[in-house]
């Protein structure tokens, strides 16, 4: 498992006879009241938003990548 920040992505390596196979979990959520999933805190600026933003896309790059190599190994 590779743990991130919000993220953890789950890796299955490939053999033989089977391909290799991979999942991404959430990790860090907040539970509304009426059940939302919420993935960053409440941001009460812009700048809040757009460096939750930011962090969030940067962790899905890296799974992008990590992701892409292990494809690439199998």
Known sequence: ????????????????????SLRVALLRYTRGEDGRLFITPE???????????NSLQDEL???RERARRAFQVA
Do not use: R
């Not at 498992?1 to 919000?6: D, I, K, P």
């Open 43 to 53: 941001c009460s600026s812009f700048e809040e938003v757009e460096g939750q933003l």
């Open 1 to 20: 498992m590779h743990v991130f920040g919000a993220f953890e992505l789950d890796i299955q390596p490939g053999t033989p006879d089977n391909p290799a």
């Open 61 to 63: 790059d890296e799974i």
